[in-house]
């Protein structure tokens, strides 16, 4: 509700602006989209509510699974500690993007006597009220609630994206788990291992992970898409906001608060990229693992078994971005090329 109500503010700002003022309503419409972004990926996550929970029985059952086994339980708990850390960074960046964006809002009021009535100053969030905000009290308690409910979109953005991480580095740890077993299966040196851990095992324990690949695939490939389409419009909103405003008096205000964004956005879009380039080269390598095992040193029957999982690994997983096409590094560098683009249109145009 509060989103909501955010949205419509905002969006009413950029609908009625003046437009004498270009630059701020670039910056207006930058982050009413960046909110409408978190109001589109919590629909999403809502409506899959269903294929999450699956995904949380998932992962319940590979930890309870491997309590018994040390040498998975230190596999998984490495990937576990690798993704509390970028759990924290994520949510560290996004936080000070927040701070630092509503710091340089309130430094442009502090620094221009024309902006220290109350009328006239300049809200952290653009938004169209139906009433004027005429004395110091109405101006502090709205901007207290700004900052409350950008905290909050930053937050939530930001979870939204650890989750990914979350999900991506625990398929990392059942695929090194699978690629541990190959090894082991058809060693020579380790016989009690190898008679513990059959071609059959493998061949479940491949399927699970392509499930799971296949449940997370299902629930952010819409979000990824959306990711992908605005947050295209805002970086080349954005970077149009601090081109423009260089040869100002407050230039170093407007950098403060923009660059921050700016570059938050980019990371929004290349840890997307970024988790389904590195989904699709560690699906590769269970193909690798599998023929660089010694599967000819078993019955030809066996063998056959673990062919298939050489083949079926050919077959990469990955995330799509709306079920049209992969999301690769090469498509991060296709969104920031396209942002220049229209950056520069909007440069000549202004």
């Excluded at 629909?43 to 930890?63: E, G, Y």
């Excluded at 061949?203 to 605005?230: D, G, R, V, W």
Aim: with cysteine; hydrophobic share 50%.
């Amino acid at each position: 509700m509060a989103l909501g109500t955010a949205q419509i503010s905002q969006y009413g700002f950029v609908i009625y602006n003046k437009r004498d003022n270009f630059p701020e309503l670039m910056d207006g419409f930058s982050s009413a989209l960046a909110s409408t972004l978190l109001f589109a990926k919590l629909i999403i996550l809502w409506v899959n509510q269903r294929k999450f929970s699956d995904i949380l029985r998932i992962m319940t059952a590979d930890w309870q699974g491997h309590t018994s086994n040390q040498r998975n339980m230190s596999i998984m708990m490495k990937t576990a500690f690798l993704a509390r850390r970028m759990s924290r960074i994520i949510i560290f960046i996004n936080v000070s993007t927040v701070l630092l964006y509503c710091l340089g809002v309130l430094a442009a009021n502090a620094s221009n006597p024309e902006k220290w009535e109350p009328c006239n100053r300049e809200l952290i969030l653009k938004m169209k009220f139906p009433f004027e905000i005429s004395t110091h009290p109405i101006y502090v308690a709205i901007t207290v609630v700004q900052i409350i409910l950008l905290l909050c979109i930053g937050c939530g953005n930001g979870f939204v994206n650890t989750l990914l991480i979350n999900l991506i580095l625990h398929i990392d740890g059942q695929i090194d788990i699978l690629q541990d077993w190959m090894k082991r299966a058809f060693s020579r040196k380790e016989s009690k291992s190898s008679n513990e851990i059959t071609p059959q095992l493998l061949i479940t324990k491949h399927q699970q992970i392509i499930m799971f690949s296949a449940s997370i695939e299902n629930i952010y490939s819409y979000i990824a898409f959306m990711i992908l389409l605005s947050d295209t419009v805002i970086i080349c909103l954005i970077g149009f906001v601090i081109a423009v405003s260089l040869d100002k008096p407050n230039a170093a205000v407007i950098v403060v608060k923009s660059f921050m964004f700016y570059l938050t956005m980019n990371l929004d879009v290349f840890t997307y990229c970024y988790a389904g380039e590195y989904l699709s080269t560690k699906s590769k390598m269970i193909g690798d693992a599998a023929y660089d095992s010694l599967w000819y040193n078993i019955a030809p029957k066996s063998s056959r078994i673990v062919l298939l999982v050489v083949l079926r690994s050919q077959k990469r997983l990955t995330i799509t971005c709306g079920k049209i096409m992969d999301l690769t590094l090469e498509r991060f560098t296709s969104v920031v090329k396209a942002s220049a683009s229209y950056m520069s249109v909007l440069l000549a145009m202004y």
